[in-house]
């Protein structure tokens, strides 16, 4: 084939780039039109929305989670004030957690030996309450937690020890903690409650008579000692027939670790200071300074 010159008329050809595969092929950014930008910050839009409106609709959906209450069961509370709190931390009637305590079918699981009576089982701790939350559970609650306190290997071992059953110890305990007012004074008292019932001494205590009449005091009279009640330690021997509140831990382990000591007689002169002795000459020195105390007391203006 014979090689043809270009014509000098001809435009003049530029050498061809070689192309490269589309895979390598720099991608071109594509141009938007005025309704595309439009579109595309509509959505912005929407999207900015609906992140704030689903969290809203979800809050609003699901049912907020109740936060319990806290009931305070202080050491030392008998039944009633228990069963008084109890009707005011459910918003109940007064009377409401007593009668539920003493129905038939409540049945709480209290020892054979309580004969149903919960005294001394109401034990002193925080409890929650909800909105749900009915007598007969918070009072089963209790319950169950001194039963499982109680019921302790040490507890059922200690009271052995001392010639006590579980239930007679939780009567101690609960005198040990109305009369005394910290643990080193528990121990002491407690040791005082074993001396005497040793010995086939009444036990005298204040705090069992208070409970025969229904009050607080520290004023007792002869004419108290000579109340007809199983509850007066004053005109019976022994342990009274149930506790006369609801005793904590400290004051249950006084019973069956209590101090040593020969003692016979307490009383408390003034605060923080209580006097124990086995001379009861001594005791009554005690016990008359103590009344001089009272009397000044009562006399200041």
């Known amino acids: 084939m014979t090689h043809r010159p270009p014509s000098p008329h001809a435009r003049p050809r530029h050498p061809r780039r070689p192309s490269l595969p589309r895979s390598l092929r720099p991608s071109r950014r594509p141009r938007l039109t005025r309704r595309g930008r439009l ?3 509509l959505g912005a839009v929407l999207a900015v929305a609906a992140g704030i409106t689903v969290p809203l609709l979800m809050a609003r959906d699901e049912p907020a989670v109740e936060q319990p209450r806290a009931l305070l069961v202080p050491e030392g509370w008998r039944a009633g004030q228990v069963y008084t709190a109890v009707d005011r931390a459910l918003g109940l009637p007064e009377g409401s957690a007593r009668k539920t305590a003493t129905a038939p079918g409540t049945a709480l699981p209290l020892p054979a030996a309580a004969g149903g009576n919960p005294e001394g089982y109401l034990f002193p701790a925080t409890y929650p309450v909800l909105g749900a939350t009915t007598p007969e559970a918070l009072l089963r609650f209790m319950v169950d937690t001194a039963g499982r306190r109680f019921g302790a290997a040490r ?3 200690g009271a052995k020890a001392r010639g ?3 239930y007679e110890t939780v009567i101690a305990a609960s005198i040990v903690q109305a009369e005394a007012d910290n643990p080193e004074d528990m121990a002491k008292v407690a ?3 074993h001396n005497r019932l040793a010995r086939g001494m009444a036990l005298q205590m204040d705090s069992t008579l208070n409970y025969a009449l229904g009050r607080s ?8 000692t000579r109340a007809k009640s199983p509850y007066n330690t004053y ?7 149930t506790p006369i509140g609801n005793p904590g831990d400290q004051a249950v382990d006084a019973v069956i670790s209590p101090a040593d000591g020969d003692w016979l007689y ?3 002169v003034a605060p923080g200071d209580t006097r124990f002795t086995a001379d009861y000459a001594a005791h009554q020195e005690n016990v008359a300074e103590f009344n001089a105390n009272r009397s000044a007391a009562k006399s200041a203006p």
């Open 155 to 157: 507890i059922i071992e």
């Open 235 to 241: 005109a019976r021997k022994g342990l009274p027939p």
């Open 164 to 166: 006590m059953s579980v």
């Open 191 to 193: 040791r005082v409650v």
């Open 39 to 41: 579109a595309l910050l």
């Open 217 to 224: 005091t520290v004023d007792t009279t002869h004419e108290d």
């Open 266 to 268: 307490f009383v408390t």
